[in-house]
């Protein structure tokens, strides 16, 4: 007998993989106990109200459409703090009217054409792994709105061991590709955080970071060639490892987010899996030093695969670590040459930069933030279901604003939270991937919660948030995306001839205006 | 007494660095005899006949604006074969009415503003290094004709060490800009072979590709944030080292050349200057087989800084061989730490795919192979004066495709000169970049012209040549660009749906359809 695993509807990830009463009672222990609520309970699904479905698919694509109350609830909204808390208080009045699961392109371009002409919203889903509303129908001005699930489409459909590339259906997630390419002896090697939980298409369309601190971060550096529906046509774009052909098709869709096609497969650039691998953990006396230390090791050509800094709150609380410090994971992996050369050269910078080669085992260090990382958010899901706001932030500046960036996040935030929350929330930071001229770096806050204000108090924080990034000229995201939440300050960030470019675009591919209505564009 | 160098006004580079007669005989004596005529002499300027302009710049700006029919004539063409051709028989037909050197953005805003109420096209001129058609004129529906030409917008504004970027105007050449950078330690290191005759601006707009084999190939990715006149208004976008905030707005105008805006002054990465270096030249069999090493270092993470692959008879004319075999010139550079370890990997790789190290000495190869480089513009001119047709195609291709590119173009070019020259002319071949997944392979054909009939003929080659690279899917340019030369095959391959968002770009950020008329659109 075979059991599947259920994912939730409610939150993130697998339901037999949330958080237990045991590990609950551990994390909220280290809490403020009045900080903490009591459980919100998890609705049972047959008693959530959803409104009747509006809109009826048209026959020929109906089997492959579904009004299933559990399937509904679970493709209205992303993953962020306030998806969870509306959907844990069964707040679903934007549950789509229908999810669909397209096997063949020809289903894509039906249902688009039918959207057309109903005037239905159509939302393509990815993994539904959004942190910023990236899937939340918001507007009022469609009949009727469609979650387009690609997941069925999910084959590699072609290996390329030449060019080590590979045509992949948008529709897989990271887990069912990764299977696929395994036996060829490759691997894409882009591992989010959401990596489980996340498709193809999704990065592409969201320009997602993965596993890589230097060179491979984003998705959009894996493209050879996409294949993207719009309601106007078909782009299919020519399969090249370079081009000086005109302004890049590719990077038009990247970062689309679903407003101008749906990504329906793409040649992606692979990688043979590493045989060489050498890691460290250093730490640092406090987080500027090490900012330093990251910054000197990214102007070097060393390209570390990993290279991620935590600040000392962050190392506390993820990587086990009780001395203050801050500490750096530094990893190199290759498939093709041993790279301890590279780490030696590495850590010799680092110790220039007054970092310490950690004197607990890199295994343990590495495999501890590891786990914590995968872990997290589930941990958020059980948190936000105590009474606990936890909520996390990422952007990009160059290197000369880091230091400032980081320093008015967290005095920011800390002053939002007071504010909002009655008390300070904590923040801790790291640095997830880095640049010869810049950073990314990737902040977390737990706040106490007003119970019935979550939502509202996430939205000021987060606002609170995005004003100093926005304020400091870094970018309002870095690999969450744009969304719907993070609109007001894109647009800030977007200039307005691009903007206007982007319209144009927008009324040239979807001139009716139904591919996810709300994001990108106001 | 300070003497100034003069730019030719009809062929490539300095007057003074021209073939002479020594140098010339030489070359010819090369060639079978009855390929070479009588030396076309160049008109003097005095003797052009250039139409009378037929408009005039509004007062304002009238003082960086001239009609000198030597600046007129030098600003007319690009610097392809047919461009020398036509400049050397007095055919200025399409000459600009007027040459403006802007030295201000506001004078640029003026200028579009101005040309947008007289219906003046306006030519942003780059370093003028054009091989596609790209700066000149062959629309009939403008009442004049303005040509931009930024060189005296040439300064490094800003340099931010601590991020590794500055911040730099457009219109400075690459020594100009180079000179700027080195009192503080820094390169851009971006060396295409145009390099003393192109702008910053012009590689921007035309993606060039430069010095580096791999990685660091496209000027693309060297941008962190650009800033672009265009007639519906100004674009800067914020200065970020990566960004997941929606599409690239940067990556619309990388490859707009000049249809979409003028840029006027970009934030690039920089680079410490290299202090460790290594390299070697290895050879092989055949291409084919050195084709298959260069894929295997290409995949294995080494990332040589130079890996140029010339073919047996590139190898025979440009770096001095004489023993039929293809040639590998290999190198690594560091600013940081010793490259050794990575050529003898690479050298490791090369040898278990045929090759053997070059019994010449290194720099003897590598020397000879970058003297000819830099003259070859200079040699392509004598021989185009002395009746011989020498043109490049370029392009790239995923690896699965390279060999078949490579014998496609050679036989089908060797065939297209034979029926259209009456004999077959010489084609030889050589790899100027390289990435995991492709290849951009680059071909030299000289064949022999007939006098008055040269244009033309270029042209037949041309097609044949680009129709076999968009029949085998490869890319119409690497990183030659569109211009006007390459139009019809670029639109067979950008896909249609993406042309028409281009055509709303342009008729939004160009409305009145002044800018770089009959390049990217028909």
Known sequence: MRTERVR???????????????????????????????????????????????????????????????VRAAHTYGKAYRDVIRALRGDLGVAPDVVAYPETEAQIVEILDWAGDANVAVIPYGGGSSVVGGIEYRGDVHAGVLSLDLTRMDRVLEVDRTSRAALIQAGALGPVLESQLAPHGYTLRHFPQSFEFSTLGGWLATRAGGHFAMRHTHIDDFVEALRVVSPSGISQTRRLPASGAGPSPDRLFLGSEGTLGVITQAWVRLQDRPVHKASRAISFGDFAVGLDAVRAIAQSGLDPSNCRLLDEAEAAINAGRADGRAVLVLGFESADHPVDTALVRALEIAAEHGGSVDAKSTQDSVGDWRTAFLRMPYVRDALARSGVIVETFETACTWDAAVRVCDEIRDGVRAATAEICGEPGLVTGRVTHVYPDGVAPYFTVIARARRGGEVQMWDQIKAAASDILSGLGASITHHHAVGRDHLRWYEAQRPDPYGEVLRAAKHSLDPRGVLNPGVLFA
Do not use: F, Y
């Open 8 to 70: 939730s509807w409610w939150g993130w990830g697998w339901e037999d993989a949330a958080i237990g009463e045991a590990e609950r009672a551990g994390l909220l222990a280290r809490l403020p106990p009045h900080w903490v609520a009591d459980e919100l309970p998890v609705p049972r699904v047959a008693d959530l109200e959803l409104r009747t479905p509006r809109v009826d698919a048209p026959e020929s694509v109906r089997p492959i459409c579904t009004v299933h109350p559990h």
